[in-house]
């Protein structure tokens, strides 16, 4: 099985064009899992195990995350950021002009909150529901308010933000990981974020310097069951009248 610990998921956008899996610890080492969809993956997120995200120019999917296979669930506006906040069972999507959405995920149906600032090309849910991003026009990460869509300003990330990118939350370890693109170096890198004043640590160069877009991280649950129950990815068929299916789940009462 997957460890949610360390296990993550994106889209390789440039050179490659596909789903991928990596370990955390390990950007270095890229890990094809399907084929092409229509254009890359911008922005993404898991609820509990299961990824959706928004393909470029507006199409919200889903991919099962063993295989990479990624199916069309409806439309979606453009968003260049997908969060999903675990605190109120709430997906959220932002678009590059800065306009943030409630989704429904199980069909990209989408509802204006409110507009904030342009040049939001990521985005993350923390723990306890702050929707965090990055503002590619001064290279800063941010908090957008879930009311109005109203963009913080936290600091400056200290690199030169250009071209797609994601950022995701490790809820098992409440770590913010950044799956960057910049002009200073040239390269698809993996960083955490301080998300309390927006400095970042290197974890390592993407393989080949891959472009990495669509990034997201197993685990936390969905269904409003907050971080003490997730449950592993799981697919097939329950037998009718009655029938009973196991699926593994995972309980923390700490």
Known sequence: GRDVDSDAYGYAAYPGNNPIHFVLNNPGVLNNIGGAASNFIAGADFVGDIYYGCVYGGTWVMMDPDDGVINVLG?????????????SSTMYGVTFAGALYTVDYMTGVSTLVGNGASGMIAMACSNDGTL???DLN???LGTIDKTSGAWTSIGPL????????D??????????????YTLTYGIGQLYTIDHTTGAISLVGDFQGGEEVTGFGIPGGAGGGAGNWLTMDWYKG?????????SIPTHMDAS
Do not use: K, L, R
């Open 132 to 134: 965090y991003a990055i």
């Open 237 to 245: 068929t329950v037998p009718p009248f009655g029938g009973v299916e």
């Open 138 to 140: 001064t290279d800063a």
């Open 167 to 180: 950022m995701a939350w490790d809820h098992a370890d409440d770590v913010c990981y950044w799956a960057a």
């Open 158 to 165: 200290g690199v030169d933000v250009n071209y797609a990118q």
């Open 75 to 87: 439309s979606c506006p453009d968003f260049a950021g997908v969060a999903y906040d675990i605190s």
